[in-house]
Protein backbone atom coordinates (compact mmCIF):
# COMPACT_ATOMS: atom_id res chain seq x y z
CA UNK A 1 0.00 0.00 0.00
CA UNK A 2 0.88 4.02 -0.88
CA UNK A 3 2.62 5.33 2.42
CA UNK A 4 0.43 8.21 3.14
CA UNK A 5 3.15 10.39 4.77
CA UNK A 6 5.85 9.79 2.04
CA UNK A 7 5.74 13.46 0.63
CA UNK A 8 5.55 15.32 4.35
CA UNK A 9 1.37 15.77 3.76
CA UNK A 10 -0.66 15.26 6.46
CA UNK A 11 -3.06 12.61 6.42
CA UNK A 12 -5.91 13.79 4.88
CA UNK A 13 -8.16 13.39 1.69
CA UNK A 14 -6.53 15.92 -1.05
CA UNK A 15 -10.15 15.73 -3.19
CA UNK A 16 -11.68 19.30 -3.63
CA UNK A 17 -13.76 20.18 -1.23
CA UNK A 18 -16.44 21.71 -3.98
CA UNK A 19 -16.18 18.36 -5.98
CA UNK A 20 -16.76 16.03 -2.63
CA UNK A 21 -19.99 17.94 -2.10
CA UNK A 22 -20.87 18.09 -5.60
CA UNK A 23 -20.15 14.11 -5.91
CA UNK A 24 -22.52 13.80 -2.76
CA UNK A 25 -25.31 15.68 -4.42
CA UNK A 26 -24.82 14.29 -8.15
CA UNK A 27 -25.03 10.89 -6.31
CA UNK A 28 -28.41 11.67 -4.72
CA UNK A 29 -29.50 13.12 -7.71
CA UNK A 30 -28.78 10.32 -9.67
CA UNK A 31 -30.42 7.65 -7.37
CA UNK A 32 -33.81 9.82 -7.88
CA UNK A 33 -33.00 9.44 -11.72
CA UNK A 34 -32.27 13.50 -12.26
CA UNK A 35 -29.89 14.85 -14.43
CA UNK A 36 -26.60 16.80 -13.22
CA UNK A 37 -24.64 18.88 -14.71
CA UNK A 38 -21.58 20.69 -12.83
CA UNK A 39 -18.12 22.10 -13.87
CA UNK A 40 -15.06 22.01 -11.75
CA UNK A 41 -14.60 25.64 -11.61
CA UNK A 42 -18.15 25.56 -10.20
CA UNK A 43 -20.01 27.88 -12.87
CA UNK A 44 -23.06 26.75 -15.14
CA UNK A 45 -21.25 25.44 -17.56
CA UNK A 46 -21.85 21.76 -18.29
CA UNK A 47 -19.18 19.03 -17.41
CA UNK A 48 -21.51 16.16 -18.83
CA UNK A 49 -24.85 14.89 -17.99
CA UNK A 50 -25.51 12.17 -15.62
CA UNK A 51 -28.94 10.20 -15.57
CA UNK A 52 -29.60 6.73 -14.09
CA UNK A 53 -32.42 4.03 -14.80
CA UNK A 54 -31.42 1.63 -11.83
CA UNK A 55 -29.05 1.82 -8.26
CA UNK A 56 -27.75 -1.69 -6.93
CA UNK A 57 -26.04 -1.19 -3.76
CA UNK A 58 -22.77 -0.34 -5.35
CA UNK A 59 -23.43 0.85 -9.14
CA UNK A 60 -25.22 3.12 -10.67
CA UNK A 61 -26.11 2.09 -13.64
CA UNK A 62 -26.46 5.16 -16.57
CA UNK A 63 -29.32 5.74 -19.05
CA UNK A 64 -27.08 8.13 -20.89
CA UNK A 65 -23.75 5.82 -21.58
CA UNK A 66 -20.67 8.13 -21.83
CA UNK A 67 -18.43 8.10 -24.53
CA UNK A 68 -14.81 6.54 -23.90
CA UNK A 69 -12.23 9.63 -23.48
CA UNK A 70 -10.47 10.75 -26.67
CA UNK A 71 -7.24 10.29 -24.73
CA UNK A 72 -3.58 9.60 -25.58
CA UNK A 73 -1.49 9.31 -22.98
CA UNK A 74 2.38 8.20 -21.74
CA UNK A 75 1.94 4.49 -20.26
CA UNK A 76 4.33 3.25 -17.68
CA UNK A 77 6.63 2.12 -20.33
CA UNK A 78 6.85 5.65 -21.69
CA UNK A 79 5.10 4.47 -24.50
CA UNK A 80 2.03 6.48 -26.17
CA UNK A 81 -0.98 4.80 -25.45
CA UNK A 82 -4.31 5.49 -27.12
CA UNK A 83 -6.80 4.93 -24.58
CA UNK A 84 -9.63 4.31 -27.19
CA UNK A 85 -7.68 2.07 -29.59
CA UNK A 86 -5.95 0.18 -26.80
CA UNK A 87 -8.76 -0.79 -24.31
CA UNK A 88 -10.96 -1.67 -27.76
CA UNK A 89 -13.42 -4.42 -27.13
CA UNK A 90 -12.25 -5.16 -23.50
CA UNK A 91 -14.01 -4.57 -19.66
CA UNK A 92 -12.47 -1.25 -18.53
CA UNK A 93 -12.22 0.37 -15.55
CA UNK A 94 -11.15 4.49 -15.81
CA UNK A 95 -10.15 6.30 -12.78
CA UNK A 96 -8.18 9.77 -12.26
CA UNK A 97 -6.36 9.97 -9.48
CA UNK A 98 -2.82 10.56 -8.03
CA UNK A 99 -0.01 8.54 -6.18
CA UNK A 100 0.61 11.56 -3.77
CA UNK A 101 -3.08 11.11 -2.37
CA UNK A 102 -3.56 9.90 1.15
CA UNK A 103 -6.30 7.80 1.25
CA UNK A 104 -9.02 7.57 -1.34
CA UNK A 105 -6.59 6.79 -4.59
CA UNK A 106 -4.81 3.83 -2.65
CA UNK A 107 -7.72 2.47 -1.13
CA UNK A 108 -9.99 1.78 -4.60
CA UNK A 109 -6.67 0.42 -6.34
CA UNK A 110 -6.32 -2.03 -3.20
CA UNK A 111 -10.21 -3.07 -3.07
CA UNK A 112 -9.88 -3.33 -6.82
CA UNK A 113 -7.09 -5.25 -6.81
CA UNK A 114 -8.38 -7.76 -3.85
CA UNK A 115 -11.69 -8.20 -6.34
CA UNK A 116 -9.67 -8.88 -9.21
CA UNK A 117 -8.09 -11.75 -7.53
CA UNK A 118 -10.75 -13.20 -7.15
CA UNK A 119 -12.06 -13.80 -10.46
CA UNK A 120 -11.03 -16.91 -13.01
CA UNK A 121 -7.74 -16.14 -14.48
CA UNK A 122 -9.17 -15.89 -18.16
CA UNK A 123 -11.43 -13.22 -16.52
CA UNK A 124 -8.84 -11.12 -14.68
CA UNK A 125 -6.62 -11.31 -18.03
CA UNK A 126 -9.76 -9.38 -20.20
CA UNK A 127 -10.26 -6.69 -17.06
CA UNK A 128 -8.09 -3.61 -17.71
CA UNK A 129 -8.31 -1.19 -14.64
CA UNK A 130 -7.01 2.47 -16.03
CA UNK A 131 -5.52 5.18 -13.43
CA UNK A 132 -4.66 8.32 -15.03
CA UNK A 133 -3.26 10.41 -12.61
CA UNK A 134 -4.31 14.03 -12.07
CA UNK A 135 -0.96 14.89 -11.48
CA UNK A 136 1.42 14.48 -13.82
CA UNK A 137 4.39 16.97 -12.83
CA UNK A 138 5.19 14.18 -9.66
CA UNK A 139 3.48 11.16 -11.55
CA UNK A 140 5.63 10.62 -14.51
CA UNK A 141 5.36 7.66 -15.81
CA UNK A 142 8.59 5.81 -13.86
CA UNK A 143 6.65 7.00 -10.27
CA UNK A 144 3.69 5.11 -11.92
CA UNK A 145 5.39 1.97 -12.77
CA UNK A 146 6.47 2.22 -8.77
CA UNK A 147 3.15 3.33 -7.26
CA UNK A 148 0.31 1.09 -8.92
CA UNK A 149 1.48 -2.53 -8.42
CA UNK A 150 1.84 -1.88 -4.58
CA UNK A 151 -0.93 0.39 -4.20
CA UNK A 152 -3.14 -1.69 -6.57
CA UNK A 153 -1.87 -4.62 -9.07
CA UNK A 154 0.96 -4.92 -11.80
CA UNK A 155 -1.96 -5.51 -14.27
CA UNK A 156 -3.13 -1.97 -14.18
CA UNK A 157 -2.32 0.47 -16.26
CA UNK A 158 -1.28 4.05 -15.75
CA UNK A 159 -1.42 7.18 -17.56
CA UNK A 160 0.92 10.29 -17.28
CA UNK A 161 0.62 13.53 -19.57
CA UNK A 162 -0.23 17.03 -20.10
CA UNK A 163 -2.49 18.06 -17.40
CA UNK A 164 -5.09 20.20 -19.85
CA UNK A 165 -5.12 16.87 -22.03
CA UNK A 166 -6.25 15.04 -18.63
CA UNK A 167 -8.13 17.36 -17.50
CA UNK A 168 -10.47 17.53 -20.85
CA UNK A 169 -10.31 13.70 -20.96
CA UNK A 170 -12.11 13.75 -17.21
CA UNK A 171 -14.56 16.28 -18.34
CA UNK A 172 -15.80 13.96 -21.07
CA UNK A 173 -17.02 11.50 -18.80
CA UNK A 174 -18.30 13.83 -16.00
CA UNK A 175 -15.04 14.01 -13.78
CA UNK A 176 -14.03 17.56 -12.52
CA UNK A 177 -10.23 17.86 -11.90
CA UNK A 178 -8.21 20.74 -10.74
CA UNK A 179 -4.84 21.63 -11.47
CA UNK A 180 -2.28 20.60 -8.66
CA UNK A 181 -2.22 23.69 -6.36
CA UNK A 182 1.20 24.05 -4.01
CA UNK A 183 0.43 25.28 -0.42
CA UNK A 184 1.81 27.58 1.37
CA UNK A 185 3.25 25.21 3.99
CA UNK A 186 4.67 23.13 0.55
CA UNK A 187 1.90 20.32 0.01
CA UNK A 188 0.47 20.16 -2.98
CA UNK A 189 -3.13 19.87 -2.82
CA UNK A 190 -4.62 17.86 -6.21
CA UNK A 191 -8.38 17.96 -6.14
CA UNK A 192 -10.43 15.41 -8.42
CA UNK A 193 -13.65 13.37 -8.60
CA UNK A 194 -13.16 10.13 -7.29
CA UNK A 195 -15.77 7.77 -8.94
CA UNK A 196 -14.68 4.60 -11.35
CA UNK A 197 -16.11 4.39 -14.71
CA UNK A 198 -17.05 1.18 -16.29
CA UNK A 199 -17.01 0.96 -20.01
CA UNK A 200 -18.43 -2.21 -21.85
CA UNK A 201 -16.79 -4.40 -23.95
CA UNK A 202 -19.56 -4.42 -25.92
CA UNK A 203 -20.49 -1.00 -26.78
CA UNK A 204 -17.14 0.77 -25.61
CA UNK A 205 -19.55 3.00 -23.82
CA UNK A 206 -19.57 4.02 -20.15
CA UNK A 207 -22.50 2.52 -18.87
CA UNK A 208 -21.80 2.03 -15.00
CA UNK A 209 -20.57 4.75 -12.19
CA UNK A 210 -19.13 3.56 -9.09
CA UNK A 211 -18.42 5.96 -5.86
CA UNK A 212 -15.66 5.93 -3.80
CA UNK A 213 -17.24 3.94 -1.35
CA UNK A 214 -16.91 0.72 -3.06
CA UNK A 215 -15.79 -1.58 -1.15
CA UNK A 216 -13.40 -5.11 -2.35
CA UNK A 217 -16.97 -7.35 -1.45
CA UNK A 218 -19.01 -5.13 -4.03
CA UNK A 219 -16.67 -4.87 -6.71
CA UNK A 220 -16.05 -8.54 -6.51
CA UNK A 221 -19.64 -9.03 -7.23
CA UNK A 222 -19.98 -6.70 -9.84
CA UNK A 223 -16.91 -7.71 -12.07
CA UNK A 224 -17.78 -10.72 -13.27
CA UNK A 225 -20.87 -9.19 -15.13
CA UNK A 226 -19.13 -6.04 -15.96
CA UNK A 227 -16.25 -8.02 -17.87
CA UNK A 228 -19.59 -9.49 -19.66
CA UNK A 229 -21.11 -5.73 -20.56
CA UNK A 230 -23.86 -6.65 -18.43
CA UNK A 231 -26.10 -4.72 -15.54
CA UNK A 232 -24.91 -5.36 -12.39
Same mark, same amino acid.
Given at each position: ?17 ? +?? !?? %?? /?? #??? *? ?18 ? +?? !?? %?? /?? #??? *? ?12 TDTSGKKFDLRERTKG ?39 VVFVTTDPERDTAAEL ?88
Amino acid at each position: MHNPKSDGEPRRSRRAPL +VA !AL %AV /TA #AFA *VAAGFAVTQNDSGDDSPVSQ +VS !AE %AK /TT #AAT *VLTQPYTKPDLVLTDTSGKKFDLRERTKGRPTLIYFGYTHCPDVCPLTMSNLSIARKQLPKADQDKLQVVFVTTDPERDTAAELAKWLPSAGDPSFIGLTGDFPTIQAGARQIGIGIDAPKKEKNGTVTSMHGAQVVAFSPKTDQGYVLYGEDTTADEWAADLPKLIKGEKP
